[in-house]
Nanobody, 115 residues
Framework: QVQLVESGGGLVQAGGSLRLSCAASGSTVSTNAMGWYRQAPGKQREWVAG???????RSADSVKGRFTTSRDSAKNTLYLQMNNLKPEDTAVYYC?????????WGQGTQVTVSS
């Protein structure tokens, strides 16, 4: 059974940085496509950034140049480095892994950016 556990969220001032972690078990981060999503209150969940099984990283236009995703195979962990945070980045952030066409999700971690 695949399990994903996010951590690293918190309260930060605008312009600050946070690094989210997603620790995986039951499958490996290096061989599966993974992504970060977020959901703000009253809004739909949206894709933020992702990495393919082949290691190609992409990010949404709204975070391009500010957010970077990476993975550590030894720790079996996916990261989301978030710089120059803005109040509109406030949301619950979720980690997602696709294993044989099945999507698995973590429980989410809250990120709040104050102005």
């Amino acid at each position: 059974q695949v399990q994903l556990v996010e951590s690293g969220g918190g309260l930060v001032q605008a312009g600050g940085s946070l690094r989210l972690s997603c620790a995986a078990s039951g499958s490996t981060v290096s061989t599966n496509a993974m992504g970060w999503y977020r959901q703000a209150p009253g809004k739909q969940r949206e894709w933020v950034a992702g990495i393919t099984s082949g290691g190609i990283m992409r990010s949404a236009d709204s975070v391009k140049g500010r957010f970077t995703t990476s993975r550590d195979s030894a720790k079996n962990t996916l990261y989301l480095q978030m710089n120059n945070l803005k109040p509109e980045d406030t949301a619950v952030y979720y980690c997602q892994m696709t294993v044989r066409l099945i999507n698995y999700w973590g429980q989410g971690t809250q990120v709040t950016v104050s102005s």
